[in-house]
């Protein structure tokens, strides 16, 4: 896999933290969008560049956490926030054996 333009590199280092935030947020509609834009986005191999992927462990693991302490128990927001937390999750496994750093593996 080469490796993406810098201007790419430099953008997305701009948008992880904001999509951290964004997936963090106690908003179901914000983490839906938030959550949605970033599956997309994984859905291709181009987004697993190396200086990439601790940022995609990171933002799959904040996504977690927010679906898992603001809305699964909520019934109303588990229903709106599971299919697209599920997708998420989805996106990423086909890329998996790109994550070869070892301790990456065990996040993973």
């Known amino acids: 896999m080469s490796s993406p333009p810098q201007t790419a590199v430099a953008a997305n280092a701009k948008i992880f933290p904001v999509f951290a935030t964004r997936l963090a947020s106690k908003d179901v509609n914000e983490y839906i969008n938030t959550a949605n834009k970033l599956k997309n986005w994984l859905g291709s191999e181009k987004a697993y560049y190396p200086d990439a992927l601790r940022n995609i462990v990171l933002l799959l693991e904040i996504a977690h956490q ?3 302490t603001r809305f699964l128990h909520i019934e109303s927001s ?4 599971m ?7 989805r996106a990423v496994i086909p890329f998996l054996p790109l994550f070869t750093e070892e301790d990456l593996q065990y996040t993973c």
């Not at 588990?78 to 926030?81: C, D, E, L, M, N």
């Not at 299919?83 to 999750?89: E, K």
């Open 78 to 81: 588990a229903v709106a926030a």
């Open 66 to 68: 927010t679906f898992t």
């Open 83 to 89: 299919d697209i937390y599920q997708a998420l999750i």
